[in-house]
């Protein structure tokens, strides 16, 4: 058994060498379907970070009235934070929320001469709330609606909610719509895996056959395919591994820009999975390959 | 006619292949042939030779009798049995059957690979079975870099590394000129001197004629004719 497993790998060996062009293509096809996975993937990756960003600047705002003592707002804020579901609340004092106006507005000078002409700061402190998981948001307005104090002069929530009922609407329809294309892809990619291994095998039937003449077993025919195809596999899953990190250093950059003020690493993202997502792949790679080789030899070999 | 013998190498009894819809390759044979002999099948094309071949090597299963080679009853014999078959009964073609990306050493060394055989062995007998059929100076040589006197001597050396007691070669010569064609004869002769049963597939008059060996005649899947010392008659 030890002896013909040698064999398999040496014939297997040969057979790539001298069918060196074959043996190109053949890798060539492997690493297009596994980049493409690759790139699907981190197409999913971007999206989930770029929803995440987006979720992560959802907060509500309660306002304080003018009289309100700083020592109040705290005590308030220190209230509010003991709340289930609240990440943080940041205290934004009125001569915060005066100066961030002021920056929000320094190219409207009608405004800023508006606000000259008023003798003292019109805005109110603020409390800015940010919560633990936006999927709880419900609960935390309800939370937040049940304080009751003397200090605060509005908290109208609604827009929030609409808003936050929209951006769920459009995170399941992208996970909807990404899971579906990955499903197509992934398949579209086995029929590619499948059919380039059965391609490379049909071009040695005459061989096969040739084979099964002079004596050889069923295992003896189909182990030197299957070795290959094990080799092939391996080889296209680490040029693609190569390829995509090349390609993960070009897209970083415009990430960077993208996702501003906001910690995404792609390539950190695919370093920290590597083993996971390569050899899972892999795996599925040598599956899908196997059972092609199986089933080509089986088909060729009857002579 | 020759007559049943019990020390028959290869022994069919009322042998019928009959494919769909209903079309007789082979009629009733009956045909026994002793070991060492060297037994000429002709016939016309189409006459049903290469599905007696096909039927001997495992390949094709008569629809009726009984096929045996030696004691073994090859008539139902199992997929898994036929490697073990092609090694007591070696088959060569007109068309040689070599892998064109091994060279000649490769190609003889694979049978014997397929049987498990260990390399030490395979080192010391590719070598010797390759100076028997003079091609001692081109085994490394690829099948496309030889002439096809040349495959068709390296086709029969990888048939006889087995060492098997039927050689069945079916239009050997289909695609040598004469003078090539006469050397693998002459050498199949020396391989049935060494006791090898040698079944020649052929209608080649002129080859037949000068052997002077036995001759069966198949006509429409029937055997019209076996003589001792026969002479192509069609």
Redesign the interface.
């Known amino acids: 058994m030890f002896i013909a497993l040698l064999r398999a790998i040496k014939f297997s060996l040969q057979d790539i060498a001298r069918n060196v062009w074959l043996s190109i293509v053949t890798v060539i096809i492997l690493i297009l379907a596994f980049f493409s996975i690759n790139l699907l993937l981190s197409v999913q990756v971007i999206s989930d970070a770029a929803i995440d960003t987006v979720r992560d600047k959802i907060d509500v705002s309660m306002y304080m009235k003018a009289e309100a003592q700083e020592s109040e707002i705290l005590a308030l804020r220190a209230q509010i934070s003991a709340l289930n579901n609240v990440r943080e609340v940041i205290y934004v004092s009125k001569q915060q929320a005066l100066e961030d106006f002021q920056t929000q507005h320094k190219n409207d000078p009608d405004i800023l001469e508006a606000l000259r002409e008023l003798d003292s700061n019109p805005l109110s402190a603020s409390l800015v709330i940010r919560p633990q998981d936006v999927n709880h948001y419900d609960s935390l307005i309800a939370d937040l609606n049940r304080i009751s104090s003397p200090i605060i002069e509005s908290r109208n929530f609604e827009d929030h909610k609409l808003m936050l009922e929209k951006i769920n609407t459009i995170t399941e329809r992208v996970n909807q719509a990404g899971f579906a294309v990955s499903l197509l892809f992934i398949f579209i990619t086995l029929l590619v895996l499948y059919n380039t291994i059965r391609v490379a095998i049909y071009t040695h039937r005459s061989e096969i056959g040739i084979m099964r003449l002079v004596g050889a077993s069923d295992w003896f025919i189909r182990a030197p395919f299957i070795v290959s195809s094990i080799i092939y596999t391996l080889i296209g899953i680490i040029l693609t591994a190569g390829l995509f990190y090349l390609f993960l250093n070009l897209l970083q950059p415009y990430l960077e820009t993208f996702f501003m003020n906001y910690d995404f690493n792609i390539i950190n993202y695919f370093s920290e999975n590597f083993l996971q997502f390569f050899s899972l792949q892999f795996l599925g790679g040598v599956l899908i390959n196997i059972i092609a080789s199986l089933v080509a030899v089986r088909k060729y070999s009857n002579v | 006619m020759q007559n049943k013998n019990s020390n028959s190498m290869i022994s069919l009894e009322n042998v019928s292949k009959i494919y769909p819809p209903n079309i007789k390759a082979l009629d009733r044979v009956s045909l026994h042939i002793k070991a060492g002999e060297f037994v000429s099948l002709v016939g016309q094309s189409g006459t049903g030779k290469t599905t007696l071949v096909r039927c001997l090597?495992g390949?094709e299963r008569p629809s009726e009798g009984k096929i045996k080679i030696g004691d073994w009853d090859i008539t139902k014999i199992g997929?898994?049995e036929?490697?073990?078959l092609?090694?007591q009964v070696a088959?060569i073609f007109q068309d040689f059957?070599?892998?064109?990306?091994?060279t000649l050493y490769e190609n003889v060394a694979?049978?014997l690979?397929?049987?498990?055989k260990?390399?030490a062995k395979i080192k010391s007998i590719v070598p010797q079975v390759m100076k028997l059929v003079g091609l001692g100076a081109k085994m490394h040589r690829y099948p496309s870099e030889v002439s096809g006197g040349e495959q068709q001597r390296a086709a029969i050396a990888?048939a006889l590394v087995?060492q098997p007691k039927i050689l069945l070669a079916d239009e050997p010569t289909g695609n040598l000129d004469s003078i090539n064609a006469q050397e693998i004869i002459d050498l199949l002769k020396k391989i049935n001197e060494f006791g090898t049963t040698v079944v020649l597939v052929t209608h080649n008059r002129e080859i037949v004629n000068r052997l002077k060996r036995r001759v069966i005649t198949l006509h429409d899947g029937r055997v019209i004719s076996d003589q001792a010392i026969g002479k192509y008659i069609l």
């Open positions: 090597i390949e997929k898994r036929i490697p073990y092609r090694r088959v059957k070599l892998l064109p990306k091994k694979f049978a690979e397929v049987a498990g260990s390399s990888r087995y």
